[in-house]
Nanobody, 115 residues
C-alpha cells in the first residue's frame, strides 16, 4: 500500500488549496478513503471521509462548508478541496485507508495558513 500526498503549501487566510492523494497497491475503489490532519502539539484528527463510490461524505464540524472531499476511482486518487482557509487549519494533512483493521498513511502534506 502506498499513499502519496501532494498540493500542500503556504496560503493566506481566506485562500484555497487542493490536496491530492495518489494511491497504489490495493483495490482503491473498494475502500473508504479519509483525510486526517495533525497540528503542532495536537493529536491527529479526522477531517473528512468518503465512501467507496463517493456518494457519501463526512466532515469534521470545524471544516464543514469549507472543505470538500472527492475521489476519482479511475485515477486511484482522492482529493481535498480546502476553501476559506483559516490559520487554525495549519497542519500536516495525511491521506488514510483502513484495510482489514490496519491503518495505512501517507507521509503527509504541510499546509500553512498565514499572512
Amino acid at each position: 500500500v502506498q499513499l502519496v500526498e501532494s498540493g500542500g503549501g503556504l496560503v493566506q487566510p481566506g485562500g484555497s488549496l487542493r490536496l491530492s492523494c495518489s494511491a497504489s497497491g490495493f483495490a482503491f475503489s473498494s475502500y473508504y478513503m479519509s483525510w486526517y490532519r495533525q497540528a503542532p502539539g495536537k493529536e491527529r484528527e479526522l477531517v473528512a471521509r468518503i465512501t467507496r463510490g463517493g456518494a457519501i461524505t463526512n466532515y469534521a464540524d470545524s471544516v464543514k462548508g469549507r472543505f470538500t472531499i472527492s475521489r476519482d476511482n479511475a485515477k486511484n486518487t482522492v482529493y481535498l478541496q480546502m476553501n476559506s482557509l483559516k490559520p487554525e487549519d495549519t497542519a500536516v494533512y495525511y491521506c488514510n485507508v483502513q484495510i482489514s483493521g490496519m491503518d495505512y498513511w501517507g507521509k503527509g502534506a504541510q499546509v500553512t495558513v498565514s499572512s
